[in-house]
């Protein structure tokens, strides 16, 4: 296989793995999202239900919103995921090189594109968090009524 059919196949590769990245995190969001809205439910059913904080049920409140601001530093404060270089500045700049040199530079720079990982990884521990801390703080008041 020639040089510039390598490069081809790694390019496509590269596009793969990010379009797959930011197909992970648009799902991820959207589950942030559920997550959010359904603690934002619970706080305010537990808020305006008449005597919706008696016999310990401040211990589910506690966990709903604790829940709901884990869920929203997850959904706000995530990394934007980066998709490869702006095409604009990236042709301008770099259009006129050889097909070759061209197809080294994109790769060089789709390569930096496909190692967010982290981003994506800070955005399921959040939402695992979320739904820890909402579990958690509902078993604790579970507890609490039987004793």
């Known amino acids: 296989m020639p040089f510039s059919e ?3 196949t790694a390019k496509d590769t590269a596009f793969e793995e990010i379009s797959t990245q930011v197909s992970t995190g648009a799902a991820l969001d959207a589950k942030l999202v559920g997550l959010l809205a359904f603690m934002a439910a619970a706080v305010g059913v537990l808020l305006t239900v008449a005597n919706g904080l008696a016999t310990h049920r401040w211990i589910l409140l506690v966990g709903a919103a604790g829940s709901s601001v884990l869920v929203l530093v997850g959904t706000v404060g995530a990394q934007d995921l980066k998709s490869g270089p702006r095409a604009s500045d990236f042709y ?6 050889s097909p070759v040199d061209y197809d080294e530079q994109l790769l060089a720079d789709l390569g930096k594109t496909t190692t967010e990982e982290d981003a994506l990884d800070g955005r399921r521990a959040l939402l695992a968090g979320g739904f820890f801390w909402a579990v958690l703080w509902s078993i604790a008041f579970g507890i609490v009524q039987l004793v």
Do not use: A, C, E, S
């Open 92 to 97: 301008k700049t770099y259009g006129g090189l």
């Open 6 to 8: 390598n490069l081809q």
